[in-house]
């Protein structure tokens, strides 16, 4: 009797005084839009990379992205794009320090000068670490080539995030 009287009242909805939960980034609805740049050595030539990324939260933490990139420089033109699921523990914010997240991708490299394209999977985890607009984030990536690999097919890279919520 007692079990079914605490079920009921747990199943009841929260009184209409209590305050909606603060806004995240996370939130369903939100735009993530992200772009950057940088240095990386492919191939053996060096480059100058910028990317960007553009997503969009379908559910409450829960982000379908895509990101493209662009590698300039003295070798074969290499461009990336990667689509990605991400979920981000949303309702942990302002409860937890640091919100956990978790993802996968898919990336395919296009390749110039006539050498084959390359396919890979991965994940990535880590936490994000919010105060007020800003959302720091340490993590990892692992990556692995699917397609033909001649060389160490395996990667394994930080996943560093320093964002700004509008």
């Excluded at 461009?79 to 996968?104: C, D, F, M, T």
């Excluded at 990535?124 to 397609?147: P, Q």
Aim: charged share 10%; proline share 8%.
């Amino acid at each position: 009797m007692r079990a079914a009287l605490l079920l009921v009242l747990a199943s009841l909805p929260a009184y209409a005084d209590d305050p909606p939960p603060p806004p995240t980034p996370f939130d369903q609805g939100k735009v993530a839009i992200s772009a950057g740049g940088g240095t990386a050595s492919s191939l053996g030539h060096d480059y100058v990379v910028i990317g960007g990324s553009v997503g969009y939260y379908v559910l409450d933490g829960v982000l379908l992205a895509v990101h493209g990139l662009h590698q300039f420089g003295s070798g074969p033109s290499i461009s990336e794009l990667s689509p990605e699921l991400r979920y981000v523990a949303q309702p942990l914010v302002g409860r937890w320090p640091v919100i956990p997240y978790v993802g996968g991708f898919y990336n395919h490299w296009f390749i110039g000068d006539g050498l084959p394209d390359v396919d890979s999977v991965g994940g990535r985890a880590g936490g994000l670490w919010i105060s007020g607009n800003v959302v720091l984030g340490l993590g990892v990536v692992v990556e692995h080539i699917v397609s033909d690999c001649t060389m160490d097919c395996d990667s394994v890279y930080p996943d560093i995030t320093i964002a700004l919520s509008l």
